[in-house]
């Protein structure tokens, strides 16, 4: 929705995306716009903005457009998924250049593998889609994706990754970035 009003966030992340109510079926609301700017299609930003641990490559490199926040919205995926972050970078590291090197090489890994194990293969070519550093989509794009297209009834669904995230959504806040 935001791509489509000419709004880039540019710092998406876990602590500000919130529920509107506590019920099953609430609507998700996105938080936190202090970051965010107007943009025009084609247009490239230079400010070094975000948290490093969902920051896309091409921000660290000053050269971005709005499939930054898609990036973002890759990394929200993996630790919803997981539990994990898939480049580290919020768990108070002294030292970040490591970060920003798995982060500009678009370097994680499916772990933990007991975790991965019992997400759905469309699910993890989601994350990879939205993680890649080169072609990555539009936020239009990224909707189509299987998973995204993928209407299962509550019977059918990935029981592991929707327990997943529950449990890793209070794990998270107890652990997430200041």
């Known amino acids: 929705y935001l791509h489509s009003k000419g709004i880039v966030h540019r710092d998406l992340k876990l602590e500000n995306v919130l529920f509107k109510t506590k019920h099953a079926d609430a609507r998700v609301k ?27 490559p091409e921000v660290i490199w000053r050269n971005y457009d ?14 919803l998924l997981s539990g994990e972050a898939p480049f580290g970078g919020c768990y108070g590291e002294k030292d970040q250049r490591p970060v920003i090197a798995r982060i500009s090489h678009g370097y ?11 997400i759905s293969r469309e699910a993890k070519e989601f994350v ?5 550093v ?17 209407r ?27």
């Open 108 to 118: 994680y890994r499916f772990e933990p593998k007991e975790v991965w194990a019992s």
């Open 30 to 56: 996105i938080i936190d716009f202090g970051l965010s700017k107007h943009f025009k299609a084609g247009e490239t930003h230079d400010e070094y903005v975000g948290s490093l641990y969902t920051m896309a």
């Open 134 to 150: 080169d072609r990555r989509p539009t936020v239009e794009q990224a909707m189509s994706l299987p998973w995204m297209q993928n």
């Open 66 to 79: 709005e499939r930054c926040d898609v990036w973002s919205l890759g990394v929200i995926a993996f630790i």
């Open 152 to 178: 299962v009834d509550e019977e059918t669904r990935n029981e592991a990754s929707s327990s997943r995230a529950i449990e890793v959504l209070p794990e998270w806040g107890a652990r997430a970035p200041a």
């Open 128 to 132: 990879c889609t939205l993680l890649k």
